[in-house]
């Protein structure tokens, strides 16, 4: 059945997985991860798209795979206390395996994916970009490698807040009623740390 809140962090099931994870039910991970697949799916999508030579170059469900592969290693050591920590989690393995993707494309030519079928429909589509670009230049990468890196610098509430804009295409109102804080609050944490990472990348904040 399909999830009908697929932009949830919240629901029951999820943190039920969760809290077996945390009783040390070892199965309880296989049954997380299926539970949330929609939803890291969603987000593998949504991050890819700010990875400029990545973008084209591999299947999502490849670099889905990947992170979760890493993210089911630091479940051995950490134990999530809620879905919004989970998710933020997820974020972290999947923003540095694109970083690494992205490194080692770099010297690369671009070509694009393009399986012909036209059907974006069909399970694990390769994410196909609105308009084809150009071959990312060394400039690009620079900018977007040193942004993606910084973001894990940030102070976490900073952090999430630029997670839920960047990677989910949040609004800050909708993120205000996840916090449960007002969206001056939001407003205030997503300026800091804009500043934040100007200061940490050196120049503006890619699409910022």
């Not at 919004?84 to 671009?110: K, M, Q």
Request: proline letters at 7%; charged letters at 30%.
């Amino acid at each position: 059945m399909r999830d009908p809140h697929p932009d949830r962090f919240d629901t029951p099931a999820l943190q039920g997985y969760l809290d077996r994870w945390r009783a040390g039910d070892r199965e309880a991970a296989d049954d997380l991860l299926r539970g949330a697949g929609d939803r890291l799916t969603k987000l593998a999508r949504k991050m890819c798209r700010g990875f400029p030579n990545v973008t084209g170059r591999t299947e999502t469900a490849d670099v889905l795979n990947a992170a979760l592969f890493r993210l089911l290693k630091a479940l051995r050591t950490l134990r999530p206390g809620n879905t919004r920590d989970f998710f933020n989690l997820a974020a972290v393995h999947l923003r540095r395996e694109l970083i690494d993707l992205a490194r080692h494309y770099r010297r690369r030519t671009w070509v694009p994916l393009d399986d012909g079928s036209g059907d974006s429909s069909a399970p694990a589509a390769r994410p196909v970009p609105t308009a084809p670009p150009a071959a990312p230049t060394a400039e690009d990468f620079d900018l977007w490698a040193r942004f993606h890196e910084a973001v894990d610098e940030l102070p976490v509430e900073e952090r999430e807040v630029v997670g839920l804009v960047f990677y989910h295409g949040w609004t800050q109102a909708k993120i205000a009623a996840l916090f449960g804080v007002d969206e001056r609050t939001v407003r205030r944490r997503w300026a800091a740390a804009c500043s934040r990472l100007r200061g940490l990348i050196g120049g503006q904040v890619p699409g910022g």
